[in-house]
Each structure stands twice: as structure tokens, then as C-alpha cells.
């Protein structure tokens, strides 16, 4: 999907933001913000995806303040707050898919705009899917050989281990994370560091510092998985923004809550909504 007037106001809220997490000196910060909304008004158009116009923001923040990594406190505070809730649903999962895909999708309740007791009052509300594509997805798993787990936020992990481990009944599963430090979203190093590597099947990155995925700055070895996949389950609003611009395959399965109105108005459903759409 492509940029929208709306999402303007956010990019610029994003470089705020990314630019306070990364230092505490004013007038590093300030310089920060001064170059990336610079930087916005020069990249911002409604013929790109927002995710073209938020990556080089997000590496001149990183530039000018020298912090390689200005999310890294946010994810462990979010990795902290799901691994408390996790021992709540370890057993309490009845089996059916539709299960696991509703714990997976309250993850996505994790957002860096929210604070955590916004994302814990959430993650306590019951899902129930606008757009509802579970039973086209039980029917390809049947047949599939090859299954991709494109991860979005650090602490969304503890929320896809159930499921990752519910697909490897049907066939190996590849998780999927970013390669370098991009908002919250977990990194290949995040996985090591909080010990969840050892938790995952065969783990493999995007090659790309942006969030979901654009697919001309990917790695080969990513194109290629994703070439050869028969189901990609993309979680989150990045891999919607990103992967929605290719043509429809019938295998690629999105889990996300729509908490902006653009994703939501691409997707025709209300804000907040959550989908199980495959495409």
C-alpha cells in the first residue's frame, strides 16, 4: 500500500521519537530531528510506501546521534512484559489453529507509540477476526513443504513460539527476522541476547535494516525463501505495507491488528480491527 496524507504527521512523530530514544544530549537531539524532518520533506510522497520514506529516517537518526540501536531499552522492556505474561497461556491452548493465530495476533498489540500498560490492557481483550481466512489456510497447510515466519516486535516472539511450534506438525518452519536494528522489531542478535534462539527451528533475516520488507533491498538468500515458500505468515502493518504491493499468490498469510486508519482503509476494515487475510 502507498503513503497517505496521514501518514505524514506520523513519519514525523516516528523521527521525534527515534531521535529522543537514541541520545539525551538536547542538541545532538535536536539536530537529529532537524535533519530528519528535512530529510521527510524531501522524501515524503503518496507514490511510495511509508516504509520507503521511514528507513532513511531512521538510519539518519542513527547517523547523526552515533547510537546504532536507539529502540534497544524499549525492546527489552517489551521482551520483559511478555515473557511475564507467558506463563498465563502456555497451557491453555486448546489445539485448534484458530488459537494459536489469536494469541500470535495479540502480540501485534505491541506498538513503540503505545506505553506497556496500554499494550497489557490490550493483550487482555478478546480478538475476534474481521477478515477471517483460517480455514483457507488449514487447507494449504496440508499440502505445504515449505513454511516462512516473518516476525515483527521483539516481545511479539513469545507470542508466535506456540504457533511456530504448531506449523512445525505440518512442515519445517523458517522464522524470519531483521538483520540489523530498525524501530522494535526483533533482530537476529535480539534473538541471542534474550536467549529465544535456542527456542526457534531454522532462523533466517530479511538482509535489510527496514521495517517489513522491501523486497530490492533484501537479501538473496530472502528472496529466494520467499520464492520457494508455499505459505509466508507476514505478521504486522510493515510486512501489509510492503508485501500488499506485490501481486496477490495465495500464500501469503497476514496476521495483524490495523491500528492506523490508512493500513485499516487499505484493508476495508475499521480501526483497530484485527485480520487473518490470505492473499
Same mark, same amino acid.
Given at each position: 500500500m502507498k503513503a497517505t496524507d496521514e501518514c505524514y504527521p506520523c513519519l514525523a512523530n516516528l523521527v521525534r521519537q527515534?531521535?529522543?530514544?537514541?541520545?539525551?544530549?538536547?542538541e545532538l537531539k535536536a539536530r537529529a530531528i532537524e535533519e530528519g524532518l528535512r530529510l521527510l520533506d524531501r522524501e515524503f510522497?503518496?507514490?511510495?510506501?511509508?516504509?520507503? &520514506?521511514?528507513?532513511?529516517?531512521?538510519?539518519m537518526v542513527r547517523r547523526?546521534?552515533? =547510537?546504532?540501536?536507539?529502540? @534497544?531499552?524499549? #525492546?527489552?522492556?517489551?521482551?520483559?512484559?511478555?515473557?511475564? @505474561?507467558?506463563?498465563?497461556?502456555?497451557? =491453555?491452548?486448546?489445539?485448534? @489453529?484458530?488459537?494459536? @493465530? %489469536?494469541?500470535? &495476533?495479540?502480540?501485534?498489540?505491541i506498538d513503540f *507509540?503505545? $506505553?506497556?500498560?496500554? /499494550?497489557? #490492557?490490550?493483550?487482555?481483550?478478546? &480478538?475476534? *477476526?474481521? /477478515?477471517?481466512? +483460517? %480455514?483457507k489456510l488449514e487447507s494449504k497447510l496440508k499440502k505445504a513443504k515449505r513454511i516462512l515466519y516473518l516476525a515483527d516486535n521483539a516481545g511479539e516472539v513469545f507470542f508466535d513460539l506456540p504457533m511456530v511450534k504448531r506449523l512445525q506438525g505440518y512442515t519445517p518452519v523458517t522464522y524470519v527476522v531483521k538483520e540489523s536494528p530498525v524501530q522494535n522489531d526483533i533482530t537476529l542478535a535480539d534473538l541471542k541476547? *534474550?536467549?529465544?534462539? #535456542?527456542?526457534?527451528?531454522?532462523? /533466517? +533475516?530479511?538482509? +535489510? $535494516? +527496514?521495517p517489513g520488507v522491501d523486497m530490492?533491498?533484501?537479501?538473496d538468500e530472502f528472496k529466494s525463501e520467499f520464492e520457494a515458500a508455499d505459505i509466508v505468515l507476514a505478521k504486522g502493518m510493515g510486512y501489509w505495507e510492503t508485501l500488499s504491493e506485490l501481486k496477490p499468490q495465495s500464500k501469503v498469510f497476514h496476521l495483524l491488528k490495523a491500528k492506523c486508519k490508512p493500513v485499516a482503509d487499505s484493508l476495508g476494515?475499521?480501526? =483497530?480491527?484485527? &485480520?487473518?487475510l490470505l492473499r
Amino acid at each position: 500500500m502507498k503513503a497517505t496524507d496521514e501518514c505524514y504527521p506520523c513519519l514525523a512523530n516516528l523521527v521525534r521519537q527515534a531521535a529522543g530514544l537514541a541520545t539525551e544530549d538536547t542538541e545532538l537531539k535536536a539536530r537529529a530531528i532537524e535533519e530528519g524532518l528535512r530529510l521527510l520533506d524531501r522524501e515524503f510522497s503518496t507514490e511510495k510506501v511509508s516504509i520507503a &520514506v521511514a528507513t532513511p529516517l531512521h538510519r539518519m537518526v542513527r547517523r547523526v546521534t552515533g =547510537n546504532p540501536d536507539p529502540y @534497544l531499552l524499549m #525492546k527489552e522492556a517489551e521482551v520483559d512484559l511478555a515473557r511475564s @505474561l507467558r506463563k498465563g497461556w502456555e497451557n =491453555n491452548l486448546e489445539g485448534a @489453529l484458530r488459537d494459536y @493465530l %489469536v494469541l500470535a &495476533v495479540l502480540g501485534n498489540n505491541i506498538d513503540f *507509540f503505545k $506505553d506497556l500498560k496500554q /499494550i497489557k #490492557k490490550d493483550i487482555g481483550m478478546p &480478538v475476534e *477476526f474481521v /477478515i477471517d481466512h +483460517t %480455514v483457507k489456510l488449514e487447507s494449504k497447510l496440508k499440502k505445504a513443504k515449505r513454511i516462512l515466519y516473518l516476525a515483527d516486535n521483539a516481545g511479539e516472539v513469545f507470542f508466535d513460539l506456540p504457533m511456530v511450534k504448531r506449523l512445525q506438525g505440518y512442515t519445517p518452519v523458517t522464522y524470519v527476522v531483521k538483520e540489523s536494528p530498525v524501530q522494535n522489531d526483533i533482530t537476529l542478535a535480539d534473538l541471542k541476547k *534474550f536467549g529465544l534462539d #535456542k527456542e526457534l527451528p531454522r532462523v /533466517i +533475516t530479511t538482509g +535489510t $535494516d +527496514t521495517p517489513g520488507v522491501d523486497m530490492s533491498m533484501a537479501s538473496d538468500e530472502f528472496k529466494s525463501e520467499f520464492e520457494a515458500a508455499d505459505i509466508v505468515l507476514a505478521k504486522g502493518m510493515g510486512y501489509w505495507e510492503t508485501l500488499s504491493e506485490l501481486k496477490p499468490q495465495s500464500k501469503v498469510f497476514h496476521l495483524l491488528k490495523a491500528k492506523c486508519k490508512p493500513v485499516a482503509d487499505s484493508l476495508g476494515v475499521a480501526l =483497530n480491527s484485527y &485480520v487473518a487475510l490470505l492473499r
